[in-house]
């Protein structure tokens, strides 16, 4: 029985720990009910009486010895851990990960807080709709390819219900509701069944402005545009409008700016010519102010619409649509200083 007790000892006194889970395992091992030192116990209820004093004395003092080693263990180990020897507390902490804004959404935002400085306030309306709010209201003939099913996608064909196809449609449920003055951005995802390239997606953000009102002229819509190109792109900045044709606004015109990237010298960006289109406008047709409640012989107004892809990329020069959905963060955390 001496002899068990003392190469327990021997082996107890032996003992290593890498960490306090260790401790806890060889605490279990050792010193818990059914553990080593406890079961001696039992072997000493067949200790004959004349020695059961000495055995006694000597299992106590292997428990007290084995409670001190494992105790021991555990305390080297806590120690150490609040031990910053070695550590250098001056070192800069690595920086915590913040996130960034979207490069969309800061463009989004500017080109709208522009039109805010302006009187303009944002307007929603639904990116599911329907025919009337996109095409019939906004004088689209009945035959006009923009309705054909490889542009939009139809979600129900009778009654009719489909994804917009560009935010033009929140103009319409606006007029619809509202008598003028009505000045209103509106802001909005728009999608067209495209195959997606560098080039083209099937969904993208468009910015769409309405302005209605008694005596609302063509020179009031050119003012604003050359207010906005040159808030949104720098002073410097010429704006120049070539006729165009949108079934919702006669006369309709596209605005170009003198390239941001060559001062309007010519470059591959402008493909040479020194002017990049940023987007459709024009007076409000009378057939949609009508088709909407609104008496076209008292009132007239502009509208205009841009795609905040293609300003963002003027802003930026991002030379692939795919990377403003791909969530590459190394792509995102290029715009932190952006805003
Ligand atoms: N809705 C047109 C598009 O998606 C953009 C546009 C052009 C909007 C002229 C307008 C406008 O309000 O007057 O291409």
């Known amino acids: 029985m001496l002899d068990k007790i003392n190469s327990l000892k021997t082996e107890?006194?032996?003992?290593?720990?890498a960490n306090l889970d260790e401790v806890e395992v060889l605490r279990i091992k050792y010193l818990s009910k059914k553990g080593l030192v406890p079961a001696?116990?039992?072997?000493?209820?067949?200790?004959?009486?004349?020695?059961?004093?000495?055995?006694?004395?000597?299992?106590?003092?292997?428990?007290?010895m084995a409670t001190d080693k494992i105790n021991g263990l555990r305390e080297a180990l806590s120690s150490a851990a609040d031990d910053f020897s070695g550590v250098d507390l001056t070192r800069t902490p690595s920086p915590v990960k913040l996130g960034t804004r979207h490069p969309l959404s800061i463009v989004r935002e500017e080109i709208v807080s522009i039109f805010r400085r302006l009187g303009f306030n944002i307007a929603e309306g639904p990116e599911i709709e329907d025919d009337w709010h996109v095409f019939s209201a906004l004088n689209f003939a009945e035959d006009h390819p923009a309705r054909d099913m490889q542009d939009t996608f139809f979600i129900n064909r009778?009654?009719?219900?489909?994804?917009?196809?560009?935010?033009?449609?929140?103009?319409?449920?606006?007029?619809?509701?509202?008598?003028?003055?009505?000045?209103?951005?509106?802001?909005g995802r728009v999608y067209r069944n495209e195959a997606i390239s560098a080039r083209a997606?099937?969904?993208?953000?468009q910015v769409e402005a309405l302005y209605v009102d008694k005596d609302v002229t063509f020179a009031d819509l050119?003012?604003?545009?050359?207010?906005?190109?040159?808030?949104?792109?720098g002073s410097d900045t010429k704006i120049r409008l070539r006729p165009s044709f949108f079934p919702f606004?006669?006369?309709?015109?596209?605005?170009?700016?003198?390239?941001?990237?060559?001062?309007?010298k010519?470059?591959?960006?402008?493909?040479?010519?020194?002017?990049?289109?940023?987007?459709?406008?024009?007076m409000v047709d009378p057939n949609v102010l009508d088709a909407c409640g609104?008496?076209?012989?008292?009132?007239?107004?502009?509208?205009?619409?841009m795609g905040v892809e293609r300003i963002t990329n003027l802003k930026y020069q991002v030379k692939d649509l795919r990377m403003f959905s791909e969530n590459d963060t190394r792509f995102l955390e290029e715009f932190t200083a952006a805003h």
Not at 49 to 55: L, Y
């Open 40 to 64: 001696l116990m039992n072997d000493f209820r067949s200790v004959p009486a004349d020695q059961k004093r000495t055995v006694g004395q000597a299992i106590n003092d292997l428990k007290t």
């Open 249 to 264: 606004t006669e006369p309709s015109a596209e605005m170009d700016i003198s390239c941001n990237l060559c001062g309007g």
């Open 222 to 233: 050119r003012q604003t545009l050359l207010y906005f190109a040159r808030e949104m792109f």
């Open 266 to 282: 010519g470059c591959s960006f402008c493909k040479h010519t020194g002017w990049v289109e940023i987007l459709g406008c024009g």
């Open 201 to 205: 997606h099937c969904f993208f953000h």
């Open 294 to 305: 609104i008496d076209s012989k008292v009132y007239s107004g502009f509208a205009l619409g």
């Open 12 to 17: 107890i006194e032996g003992l290593t720990a």
């Open 158 to 187: 009778t009654p009719d219900v489909l994804l917009r196809t560009h935010t033009s449609s929140v103009q319409s449920r606006v007029m619809e509701t509202t008598q003028p003055p009505i000045r209103i951005i509106c802001p």
